[in-house]
């Protein structure tokens, strides 16, 4: 006689895990919106109990502070794998090209994960730096390292930084408010939306048209991700405190 298939739900196999369970809230999101995450909705798509749930996240805010954790594991995923790959830098290049290797990779995840980029710069705000998610902190210290090696002392490893993450969050918010206002339509003006603003009004706006239309955001972060790190000579940086950099 064949045996019965395993109808069980993950649960009762061990196999639902925090991951898991994070996975498949990422996966609703980027499918159906932030709203449509509820513990509920989530145990559905999982084939479990709601109260299940529960043993890997206390509720429905915990689970949206989930999300930011997953988006900063699965970068430093990504990042574990190209380094594989990636021929390291040498001489005073090398905290350059890690930091642009950082943002490239930052971007591509923020560019999967759409409905989650706005979380990833707010959630952190409301918690003290030790109560952030792990994964993020474990790319901060990761930044700083890099930092530290390439000779910069504390202070300035942690203007770097900052100028380093106010330039990627910018660029990729701004970019996710370009939202396209006809997918299908080949003319820039409609497919933008922007035949919608009175030309006598907007006319300067309306002019960018053919720039926004081919606007490659990942290439314009890189840009002036380079722009903003040509200008940090490498350490020290007594000229740079002095405001002599040029």
Same mark, same amino acid.
């Given at each position: ?7 069980? =739900?993950?649960?009762?196999?061990? &196999?639902? #895990? ?20 509820? @513990? ?9 109990? #709601? ?7 206390? /509720? ?17 995923? *990504?990042?574990? =794998? #190209? ?11 090398? +905290? ?7 943002? &490239? =990779?930052?971007? *591509? ?26 994964? @993020?902190?474990?790319? =901060?210290?990761?930044? !700083? ?18 100028? !380093?993450?106010? +330039?990627?969050? /910018? ?5 996710? &408010? ?12 409609? &497919? ?31 840009? /002036? ?14 000229? !740079? ?6």
């Amino acid at each position: 006689m064949a045996a019965e298939p395993d109808r069980s =739900t993950p649960e009762k196999r061990g &196999r639902l #895990s925090r991951p898991l369970v994070l996975s498949a809230a990422v996966a609703l999101v980027d499918r159906e919106g932030l709203a449509a995450l509820t @513990m509920r909705r989530l145990a559905a798509e999982l084939g479990v109990e #709601s109260m299940a749930i529960y043993r890997y996240t206390p /509720g429905k805010e915990a689970l949206v502070d989930g999300l930011v954790e997953a988006f900063f594991a699965e970068v430093n995923a *990504v990042l574990r =794998t #190209s380094a594989e790959a990636t021929e390291p830098a040498e001489g005073g290049q090398a +905290w350059r090209a890690e930091l642009r290797r950082i943002a &490239r =990779t930052f971007a *591509v995840v923020a560019h999967a994960h759409p409905e989650i980029l706005p979380l990833v710069a707010t959630r952190p705000l409301s918690v003290p730096i030790a109560r952030r998610p792990a994964p @993020m902190l474990q790319l =901060t210290e990761h930044i !700083f390292a890099v930092l530290g090696r390439a000779g910069f002392d504390h202070a300035a490893s942690l203007m770097v930084y900052r100028m !380093f993450v106010a +330039w990627n969050l /910018g660029c990729l918010l701004v970019d996710k &408010r370009q939202v396209i206002d006809n997918p299908d339509e080949p003319d820039p003006m409609l &497919r933008l939306g922007l035949h919608r603003l009175a030309a006598d009004q907007y006319p300067r706006l309306r002019a960018l048209v053919p720039l926004l239309a081919d606007y490659d955001d990942q290439q314009e972060l890189l840009d /002036g991700l380079d722009s903003l790190l040509s200008r940090v000579p490498d350490a020290p940086l007594d000229a !740079f405190y002095d405001g002599r950099a040029g």
